[in-house]
């Protein structure tokens, strides 16, 4: 119940939590799910389901919907994780936006550890990715080291709560 902008805890708030958890997790599922197939999902009407939709991005829970691709149909079946660290330690710490230029680089992900950055990146053939680790290098400034995807069990997996 809402009282001045309080929420109480109990079956009401977790009911809540619970269904913006499922909509979360529909959608990391299928991005295009429609607001119908959302409603009929989890029991909510239309209007509800959109509002909340909007609410969770409003919030940043929601920050995107990403289209998923088989990248092998496009061109792009090898897939590789790229770590990279400064050469020089006391240089800005600007890497991601020097490389953001790269549209081969699917994500970059700020990591503990002795590299400062793994990136995620998608090319056509091995050549492809040995010019794409001399682009990373020369613009950032940076030492990498890659690991190549030999296959994917799985990907995209909605979040379990």
Request: net charge positive.
């Amino acid at each position: 119940m809402r009282r001045s902008g309080v929420v109480r805890r109990g079956a009401t708030v977790s009911r809540v939590e619970e269904i913006d958890r499922r909509i979360v997790a529909l959608l990391a599922a299928d991005g295009r799910m429609s607001f119908t197939d959302l409603a009929k999902e989890t029991g909510l009407s239309v209007s509800a389901v959109h509002q909340r939709v909007r609410r969770l991005e409003k919030r940043g829970v929601i920050r995107g919907y990403a289209a998923l691709v088989d990248y092998d149909e496009i061109g792009l079946p090898l897939t590789a994780f790229v770590s990279i660290k400064p050469i020089d330690p006391s240089a800005p710490d600007d890497a991601p936006q020097r490389l953001s230029h790269l549209s081969a680089i699917e994500s970059c992900h700020s990591v503990a550890g002795d590299e400062s950055y793994i990136l995620k990146v998608r090319v056509a053939t091995p050549l492809a990715l040995e010019e794409l680790l001399q682009q990373i290098r020369a613009s950032a400034n940076v030492s990498t080291r890659t690991t190549i995807v030999l296959s994917t069990p799985y990907d995209y997996r909605a979040p379990v709560p």
